[in-house]
């Protein structure tokens, strides 16, 4: 500010040092950051595959209930809706995913 004593150089170092300590745990930050988004990105993909392999595996058990009642009925389709929303919707998701677990690797 006006009038004041110019700074020390003493005084800059330590703002310097300082500086450097802030950017090297924001730095650290960012990258713990980044490890978990790669985790949860791979966890997700892992996810979608095991339910794509349990949907495979179990086939759709709701294809084979009696729908003359109207309780089954509904529960029925809303089962299929779920599951046909699933199907559409899952493949993009493990794309995404992979696409970002790929970009949020380690740089080599």
């Known amino acids: 500010m006006l009038g004041e004593p110019a700074a020390e150089p003493d005084g800059l170092k ?7 300590a802030i950017n090297l745990a924001l730095a650290r930050k960012q990258a713990a950051r980044r490890r978990l988004l790669h985790r949860l990105l791979i966890l997700l993909c892992i996810a979608l595959a095991a ?3 349990l949907l495979i595996r179990e086939g759709s058990p709701y294809l084979g209930w009696d729908y ?7 529960l029925g389709v809303g089962l299929h809706a779920l599951e046909w929303l699933f199907v559409r919707a899952a493949p993009i998701a493990f794309i995404g995913a992979a696409v970002g677990a790929f970009l949020t690797g380690k740089r080599r």
């Open 14 to 20: 330590e703002i310097a040092e300082q500086l450097e």
């Open 51 to 53: 339910a794509f392999a």
């Open 68 to 74: 003359r009642d109207p309780e089954t009925a509904v």
